[in-house]
């Protein structure tokens, strides 16, 4: 039952003064899309969204992804309106201050009701996706008795012409996600002016053409929008609602004007705009009426929500299973790893890296249900898939392996959309050049605080023949300046699988595991026969693989497939008589967070200390001190078998040892 037109729209102008008051507060922000998208989002709240404002966390709640992040006071409205603990009123007064959860664009970590950060204009609706795959192979595994929910998106114009919209609707449309629709605010502006400056494309054909439903409605009028959601909601394919709205709505001299998308109204044109509305209430004071109609739309959801509780309270051992699914992995990946790893260390394995991942992948895969894999069309090439992963697809929701297509930036994006949904532990592989093409949501998975494991394989120039355009050099030490991921580049089979371990055992931290396609010799084993997470050496980083046997007077340290090369100079150096201590270093981020004292114990000020790495060289001062010695690349590689380039670029136990001697000597 639909609520008066009159009462809707004072409703929808609640969204809009909250917007233009929070704005003009704040003397910084983003008016226009809130105010002109108010009425299709409070029909979209009030009427369709799924959602209960006393349970933000409830699992088989819809998602609401706002893309077009810098309309984040439509949310924060929204979520104030409703009813949810926060935003307070309090929060919106201070509303892109330092402290408040109402941050200039949405953060999923400063406010329950904000399913994931959004702002980098395209990746909410591509996060969306994979927020739909989530929930439909939880669907699949569960039933629809506890997982039937759907995902809306509110995107604009920028999230639309974004080129990773065309990755993302790609993949929505092939894998038939029916629940998942897109309103987008169809307004015809984006900040340099009218659309039509830049872009002339015919975008319902494109997302029919891609195999979505498309409908319109005038995105002011309650009826009209109704009418296109329910259509939405009745169509089998995913759904596009072109609305189209006035930007800034509500603002009589300036909406419908690219000056309203992200500078406050200005003094005169929110008085003008109280007038145009016919409201009288004070900033930041919602008329006692308004608040009444608003919170009893969420009775709705409050009374289907307790019925899925009635449902889930229903049978035991299902909700125990569901419960301990959607909590995660937690620390169970180390005990699923164990037996595998102690046979390694019985059995040595000369394998690559990409291989060993493969290796380890089998039994955590096997024993941890919510792994869901993937590559990014380079299966074969990333060793991602196991026996336990059969195929996800339209046909078969319950598989757990995602053929991605070659959509790097869409994958990363669908896996943190995955993770955020919850239920998922996502990881997908590419090639590790391509890092580069989903960086920016690489980065969303570090900022957003979750976990998604990137398998990025052919690390260095040891891929060989497909020579520079394919050879990592600066990709690693690059991924290492992104706060809050881990980055790993393990040195052989049983270092795989502790950063296996370390990776998946990290609910807040993403990771990247830096794997090489060529061969490597298993250098761990010793002393591992009783694995466990307690034994699991590469969980301060760093540490030392070989002492030295003459008196030490370097320490190599090298991470990945130069451990070896590091293993060869320490042994042509003690041949010599100097002493060599060797320093695995699978990951920086871990070995720069252990105390001082383990840091100087494996890194001593007293040694000549060597970096081997086959990348830049920029950024091991940070170990190595001003008076080490760097090995690395900082060039572009070059097409050549693979021990050839290594001849080449002096990564070899012969190039080195010399210029340590040197070093020594000089
Ligand atoms: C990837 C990315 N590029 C650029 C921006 C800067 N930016 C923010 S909003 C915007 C225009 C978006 O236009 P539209 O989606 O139509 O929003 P509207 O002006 O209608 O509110 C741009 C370029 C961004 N946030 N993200
Ligand atoms: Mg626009």
Redesign the pocket.
């Known amino acids: 039952m639909s609520l008066p037109t009159a009462r809707m729209a004072r409703m929808a102008n609640a969204i809009r003064a909250l917007s233009m008051d929070a704005v003009q507060a704040a003397n910084s922000g983003h008016p226009g899309?809130p105010m002109g998208m108010a009425d299709v989002a409070t029909v979209l709240w009030t009427e369709f969204l799924k959602h209960d404002p006393k349970a933000p966390h409830w699992a088989d709640r819809d998602r609401f992804v706002l893309s077009a992040g810098h309309g984040s006071m439509l949310i924060y409205s929204l979520l104030n309106l409703s009813g949810y603990a926060r935003p307070t009123m309090d929060d919106i007064r201070n509303f892109r201050q330092l402290g408040s959860p109402c941050a200039g664009h949405p953060e999923n970590f400063l406010l329950e009701g904000v399913e994931c950060t959004t702002g980098p204009l395209g990746q909410g609706l591509a996060m969306a996706v994979g927020m739909a795959m989530a929930e439909r192979h939880l669907n699949a595994v569960f039933g629809d008795e506890l997982v039937d929910h759907r995902t809306w998106v509110v995107a604009?114009?920028?999230c639309l012409m974004e080129g990773i919209n065309h990755e993302a609707i790609g993949l929505a449309g092939h894998l038939k996600l029916g629940r998942m629709n897109v309103l987008w605010?169809d307004?015809?502006?984006?900040i340099d002016g009218d659309?039509d400056l830049s872009t002339s494309e015919d975008i319902k054909a494109r997302y029919e053409a891609t195999g979505w439903h498309v409908t319109s409605c005038d995105g002011h009028d309650f009826d009209d929008i109704r009418r296109a959601l329910n259509e939405a909601q009745a169509d089998p394919r995913p759904s596009l609602v072109a609305c189209r709205t006035v930007?800034g709505k509500g603002a009589p001299n300036k909406q419908g004007g690219h000056n309203v998308?992200g500078a406050p109204l200005g003094a005169d044109e929110v008085a003008a705009a109280r007038e145009y509305l016919g409201w009288d209430a004070a900033p930041f004071e919602i008329p006692a009426d308004i608040l009444v109609d608003w919170h009893a739309t969420t009775e709705r959801g409050q009374a289907v929500h307790a019925e899925w509780q009635a449902r889930l309270a229903s049978d035991a051992g299902r909700r125990a299973k569901f419960e301990s699914h959607m909590a995660g992995i937690g620390d169970r990946a180390s005990p699923a790893l164990e037996a595998y790893v102690r046979d390694l260390a019985a059995n040595p394995k000369i394998v690559a890296t990409r291989k060993a991942s493969e290796m380890a992948l089998g039994p955590l895969t096997e024993q941890l249900p919510q792994l869901v894999g993937g590559s990014a069309d380079l299966t074969g090439s990333n060793n991602t898939k196991t026996a336990s992963t059969a195929p996800f697809s339209a046909d078969d929701y319950s598989g757990r392996y995602v053929y991605y297509g070659i959509r790097e930036f869409g994958m990363a994006a669908a896996m943190n959309g995955m993770a955020l949904h919850g239920g998922v532990a996502p990881y997908g592989g590419t090639f590790l050049i391509f890092s580069d093409y989903c960086r920016n949501a690489i980065r969303l998975s570090a900022l957003q605080q979750i976990n998604v494991t990137y398998v990025l394989t052919h690390d260095s120039i040891g891929l060989g023949e497909d020579g520079p355009t394919h050879q990592p050099i600066e990709q690693i030490m690059s991924m290492r300046l992104i706060p809050n991921l881990n980055v790993y580049r393990p040195c052989d089979t049983i270092e795989t699988a502790e950063c296996w371990a370390l990776a998946l055992e990290a609910p807040k931290t993403p990771a990247v595991l830096a794997l090489s396609r060529q061969n490597l010799p298993q250098l761990r084993g010793e002393g591992d026969a009783d694995w466990s997470a307690a034994t699991n050496r590469s969980a301060k980083g760093a540490y030392r693989l070989k002492g030295a046997d003459a008196p030490r007077k370097v320490v190599l340290v090298a991470t990945g497939s130069e451990v070896a090369v590091a293993m060869e100079c320490a042994a042509k150096l003690e041949e010599q008589g100097v002493g060599a201590d060797v320093v695995s270093m699978p990951c920086m981020e871990l070995f720069a967070a252990q105390d001082a004292a383990y840091r100087a114990d494996v890194l001593p000020t007293d040694a000549l200390k060597v970096s081997i790495e086959a990348g830049v060289t920029q950024g091991w001062e940070r170990f190595i001190g001003d008076n080490g010695l760097a090995i690395g690349i900082d060039r572009f590689g070059a097409s050549a078998p693979a021990e050839e380039l290594f001849a080449k670029f002096g990564i070899t136990a012969e190039a080195i040892v010399p210029q340590i001697l040197n070093k020594l000597n000089g």
């Open positions: 899309m604009g114009d920028g605010d307004n015809r502006i984006t659309t930007i998308h």
